[in-house]
């Protein structure tokens, strides 16, 4: 079974794509997962992606927050995380105004050619906000990364 079809089976509530007002026309669409165990079950972003005629509209947030809503309201994580290219700074701002802050640098992470930040949002259930406290070092990826 392909990658995406595999999380779509056993994470249908991660799978949400938005449309145009009026129109049938994909604008974006958000998968995930949940994961983890103890304090570290949260949400994982495994990718959203708005379609460029429909950047800046708030699409991206929208579906950030259905992702962060079934996180909390569905599996009661205690955060959210993605992982996103060092040099994509666009999307690093983008979700910095969303709440997200860098929780790590994870070296080789893109098929040993370029690190990534794992940038994580607290929950509420995080209320000491354990979840997103940086580590003071990069790391090599890991066998839950």
């Not at 779509?8 to 998968?31: D, H, I, Q």
């Not at 995930?32 to 949400?43: A, D, F, N, R, T």
């Not at 708030?58 to 955060?79: C, I, R, S």
Request: aromatic share 14%; no cysteine.
């Amino acid at each position: 079974m392909p990658f995406y079809m595999q999380y779509l089976a056993k994470w249908p509530e991660y799978f949400m794509a938005t449309r145009a007002p009026g129109s049938e026309r994909l604008t974006g669409y958000v998968m995930g997962k949940v994961e983890g165990k103890g304090e570290k079950w949260h949400g994982h972003v495994t990718a959203v992606t708005v379609s460029p005629d429909y950047r800046r509209l708030g699409y991206a947030k929208q579906l950030m927050k259905f992702l962060e809503d079934v996180t909390e309201k569905v599996h009661n994580g205690y955060f959210v995380d993605l992982y996103v290219r060092m040099s994509n700074d666009v999307a690093i701002g983008m979700y910095k105004k969303l709440g997200y802050s860098i929780y790590r640098q994870v070296i080789n992470y893109y098929s040993g050619e370029e690190d990534a930040y794992d940038m994580r949002k607290a929950l509420p259930r995080d209320v000491h906000k354990k979840s997103i406290i940086p580590l003071p070092h990069p790391v090599h990826p890991g066998p839950d990364d």
